[in-house]
């Protein structure tokens, strides 16, 4: 589902109801690299701690990938997470994401990202 210049994509519980929710955003075009933003990420309260965030983020990977077109050799994925939401740090870990840098002193954020080799095959696309 597209939201704006957004993509928005949603996890599903058991029940088939909206679990998570992820927002990955186009970023940036340079050279041979695609950049693209995990703009948010969001699970249901009774949902959380059950592996739907790291669903959701694996589903945006897969998603960002897929909408690579040609001419790009590496996809960068990245976002932020805030200090104080110590659930989706290792969310982030678990989906492949490493973390990039550290709060410092007075930063609220901590850049989390990934960069994927896309194949021969996506530079046709």
């Known amino acids: 589902m597209s939201i704006g210049d957004g993509i928005l994509l949603l996890g599903e ?6 679990a998570a929710v992820a927002v990955l955003y186009d970023s940036a ?6 950049t693209m933003k ?3 990420l969001g699970v ?3 949902c959380q701690g059950r592996g739907y ?3 959701a983020i694996e589903v945006a990977l897969e998603e960002a990938e897929a909408r690579t077109f040609g ?3 590496v996809l960068v994925v990245f976002g932020q997470v805030h200090v104080k939401n110590r659930p989706s740090q290792p969310a982030c870990a678990r989906a492949g994401l490493i973390r990039q840098s550290e709060a410092r002193p007075g930063e609220e954020f901590e850049d ?3 960069a994927i080799e896309l194949s021969p095959d ?3 696309n």
């Open 53 to 55: 965030g790291v669903e």
């Open 38 to 40: 995990l703009a948010a």
């Open 44 to 46: 249901r309260l009774d």
């Open 112 to 114: 989390w990202g990934t």
């Open 13 to 18: 519980d058991d029940e088939r109801r909206v």
């Open 29 to 34: 075009r340079d050279g041979e690299v695609y």
């Open 122 to 124: 996506a530079l046709s």
């Open 71 to 73: 001419g790009y050799s």
